[in-house]
């Protein structure tokens, strides 16, 4: 995956760089074990490992059109917005919390 920013357009000098540091995320994303998904502040996901896509039925790129809030069951959308808050002021949110699956069945996920 190559990405461009104002900075450092593709093709010009850092691309290299850019290129050698996504090797360990991309390495990582694609042999962890575990589900992984990134989101943005927004909580738009823009990224997602396969066991991610396993788990909760979608590929990765209907994945990548959804927000968090979209994996909430309905009933625990309270809990989002908490939650969103609290990453919001830098803490850090370790919970378990049910996951909505495609199928609208839920999963226990650890965050």
């Not at 995320?25 to 396993?54: H, K």
Request: aromatic fraction near 4%; hydrophobic fraction near 40%.
């Amino acid at each position: 995956m190559t990405r461009r920013s104002a900075k450092h357009p593709v093709g010009e000098p850092g691309d290299e760089a850019l290129r050698v540091s996504e090797g360990p995320y991309r390495t990582l994303m694609e042999q962890a074990a575990d589900a992984i998904l990134v989101s943005d502040p927004a909580g738009n996901f823009i990224d997602a490992n396969d066991m991610a896509c396993r788990l909760i039925g979608y590929s990765r790129e209907e994945l990548l059109t959804l927000n968090i809030t979209d994996t909430y069951p309905a009933e625990d959308l309270p809990l989002a917005a908490s939650r969103s808050a609290a990453l919001a002021r830098g803490a850090r949110v370790v919970a378990e919390r049910r996951m909505r699956r495609k199928g609208g069945t839920a999963v226990l996920v650890s965050i």
